[in-house]
């Protein structure tokens, strides 16, 4: 009789073990994949929903950029953002991952440096870091306020502004570190030049 019950017993499990299984498969793919998903993103764009849509900067109803990616510059009446080794390209984010020791990064530096310099008539001395050197990610679009500062009379000369309408325009877009402890005060400066041509 217990040799029975136990063939009984066996034959329930395997009957039901599967079962067991598919409706764990379900709800693993419908709660985790799906609802999860969708709380997720739902609660993402009630809070944030500027940044849960791209952080998008729009103009005269239009989006026109990120404020999140830095905007390959050729305009002298513009700020310039960091070099990107991604050619500023949002689908091939990387840096050069070459070492301080490259002689390739080297000379890379050395030549973005003179151009810096002739640019903005400053001392090769006076250039700083961030304007030669790619963010991590190639299209961090924030400079340092010295980065930015730099670059203020020949903003302002190109547009026919002063300097200090350029620099005031600067200071009000200085960024204090997240939650006042991480990170450096930057500028953004894909938001700074949309900035500038809402001055003009």
Do not use: C
């Not at 390209?89 to 890379?108: E, F, I, K």
């Amino acid at each position: 009789m217990t040799t029975i019950t136990h063939h009984r017993a066996a034959v329930l499990d395997d009957r039901v073990r599967p079962r067991a299984m598919i409706v764990f498969a379900a709800i693993t793919l419908v709660g985790f994949g799906l609802l999860y998903s969708l709380a997720g993103t739902a609660l993402g764009r009630s809070l944030f929903p500027h940044q849960a849509t791209g952080s998008l900067i729009v103009v005269a109803g239009e989006p026109r950029a990120s404020a999140l990616v830095a905007q390959p510059v050729a305009d002298p009446r513009y700020f310039r953002p960091r070099p990107s080794a991604a050619d500023y390209d949002p689908m091939g984010v990387s840096g050069s991952n070459q070492a301080r020791t490259n002689p390739d990064l080297r000379a890379r530096i050395a030549a973005l440096t003179a151009e810096v310099a002739a640019r903005e008539g400053i001392p090769a001395s006076e250039v700083p870091g961030e304007l030669v050197t790619q963010s991590g990610g190639g299209i961090d679009p924030h400079l340092s306020p010295e980065g930015a500062r730099v670059q203020t009379a020949r903003v302002a000369r190109e547009r026919g502004l002063t300097e200090s309408q350029i620099a005031t325009l600067v200071d009000e877009h200085v960024e204090a570190p997240t939650w006042g402890l991480l990170g450096q005060p930057r500028v953004n400066v894909t938001r700074l030049n949309f900035a500038l041509d809402a001055l003009d």
